[in-house]
């Protein structure tokens, strides 16, 4: 009797065991199964990232970070630097400039693009649309953000500057080489621009 009683109990204890383990396993299957989830949203939220076309503020290297070509970066108080190299030194600084709401740059593989706002394609990004003809300080393409044509340009009223800048350049790549005109202006100034050139206005806009 007592050798058929042990018997009893430990058929009992292996089933109590085998059920554990089973249970174990289903929960293990279950995280395993709420992990994909959790992967497949993360790998989900990076390709849109990437079909966006749109890179955050940071420093990139171009031809690994981001491809060579030019972006529009756009904010509300923005910072754009280009390097030759990573060392931080000033002699490898190429070309920075602080702008408002919106301007372009040119990189190429293997130097290194530094910027605060959000940095879009240019090909990619939205052609600006001017309301009544009217134009903000910022950087501008001329035949895709603005009509080629002649504008009259005024200082901006109540700005924290005594004057305002007006550029003309012919490429985005921040060069002083392709600078094709530049002033300060305290009142006014007309200025005529064409396709593919660029208009940069620092406190100082078209009013339309």
């Known amino acids: 009797m007592k050798k058929k009683l042990i018997v009893i109990m430990l058929a009992g204890m292996l089933a ?8 174990s396993g289903d ?3 279950a995280d395993n199964a709420q992990e994909t989830d959790k992967g497949g949203d993360s790998s989900s939220e990076k390709n849109i990232e990437i079909q966006t076309g749109q890179y955050a503020a940071g420093m990139y290297k171009i031809g690994t970070d981001m491809p060579a070509g030019t972006y ?27 702008f408002t709401d919106r301007t372009y740059i040119t990189v190429s ?3 290194y693009l530094q910027f605060e706002g959000t940095a879009t394609p240019a090909d990619d990004a939205p052609a600006y649309e001017a309301e009544d003809g009217y134009y903000p300080e910022g950087k501008y393409l001329v035949g895709k953000d603005i009509p080629a044509g002649e504008y009259n340009i005024s200082v901006v009223e109540n700005s924290d500057l005594d004057y305002g800048y007006v550029e003309i350049s012919s490429d985005a790549s921040g060069s002083v080489d392709a600078i094709i005109s530049s002033e ?7 200025r005529t621009v064409e396709d593919g050139q660029f208009l940069k206005m620092v406190g100082a806009e078209i009013k339309g």
Do not use: P, W
């Not at 109590?16 to 249970?23: E, I, K, P, Q």
């Not at 300060?184 to 007309?190: A, D, G, V």
């Open 109 to 111: 593989d293997g130097q």
């Open 16 to 23: 109590v065991s085998t059920a554990a383990c089973g249970g």
């Open 184 to 190: 300060n202006i305290e009142t006014n100034i007309y």
């Open 27 to 29: 929960d293990s299957s």
């Open 72 to 98: 529009l970066v756009t904010g509300d108080e923005g910072y754009v630097e280009v390097s030759s190299d990573s060392s931080g030194e000033l002699d490898s600084v190429l070309t920075n400039d602080t």
